[in-house]
T-cell receptor
Framework: DSGVTQTPKHLITATGQRVTLRCSPR?????VYWYQQSLDQGLQFLIQ???????AKGNILERFSAQQFPDLHSELNLSSLELGDSALYFC?????????????FGPGTRLTVL | AQSVTQLDSHVSVSEGTPVLLRCNYS??????LFWYVQHPNKGLQLLLK????ATLVKGINGFEAEFKKSETSFHLTKPSAHMSDAAEYFC?????????????WGAGTKLIIKP
């Protein structure tokens, strides 16, 4: 158990809908990262927050957005969902934002868009 | 540009035989290097990391990796494979001087263990 929690574990929804994925980092970790893992594209970095502020953006679509709250939990919002958004979404956390700090991953949320 | 190449998409070994998963990286500066493992339908777990200390790094479950700067490699090894090692393994680079310290992920190597 990494100490990172994600809810829900599974989510099934329809095209065009909007969903929110939630992540609670390990106690004391300030950075939160979101990743998308799909069969055809592998693991893709989406976005990072550090202590409430956006730190870096990866391959995140404009239909997706995220935020980190004062208690450091984070939410990833996915809107106007398409079939291709079906994937495993991981959240990770690390203590600080340096090259020495490994990221600890949550169990993921499996999103299925029908 | 920084990059990571995992040289084999699949590796198949018999239980009890050695495991070698190959990883080459490209980085302008001294990077941090990691190996993560993902068991079927599970999250990602850190196996080991290299951060410019000893070049031979020992990880969990009997795995180890050696950082070879001259070869820009960070291969993962285990002397004797166990059935529970069947999983996907990811080699990851975190460039030291990159301003946002983002991880660069390899495409993954699926390790298959034959009984």
């Amino acid at each position: 158990d990494s100490g990172v929690t994600q809810t829900p574990k599974h989510l099934i929804t329809a095209t065009g809908q909007r969903v929110t994925l939630r992540c609670s980092p390990r106690s004391g970790d300030l950075s939160v990262y979101w990743y998308q893992q799909s069969l055809d594209q592998g693991l893709q970095f989406l976005i990072q927050y550090y202590n409430g502020e956006e730190r870096a953006k990866g391959n995140i679509l404009e239909r997706f957005s995220a935020q980190q709250f004062p208690d450091l939990h984070s939410e990833l919002n996915l809107s106007s969902l398409e079939l291709g958004d079906s994937a495993l979404y991981f959240c990770a956390s690390s203590f600080r934002d340096s090259s020495y700090n490994e990221q600890f991953f949550g169990p993921g949320t499996r999103l299925t868009v029908l | 540009a920084q990059s990571v190449t995992q040289l084999d998409s699949h590796v198949s070994v018999s239980e009890g035989t050695p495991v070698l998963l190959r990883c080459n990286y490209s980085s302008s500066y001294s990077p941090s290097l990691f190996w993560y493992v993902q068991h079927p339908n599970k999250g990602l777990q850190l196996l080991l990391k290299y951060t410019s200390a000893a070049t031979l790094v020992k990880g969990i479950n009997g795995f180890e990796a050696e950082f070879k700067k001259s070869e820009t490699s960070f291969h993962l090894t285990k002397p004797s494979a166990h059935m529970s090692d069947a999983a996907e393994y990811f080699c990851v680079v975190r460039p030291y001087m990159d301003s946002n310290y983002q991880l660069i992920w390899g495409a993954g190597t699926k390790l298959i263990i034959k009984p």
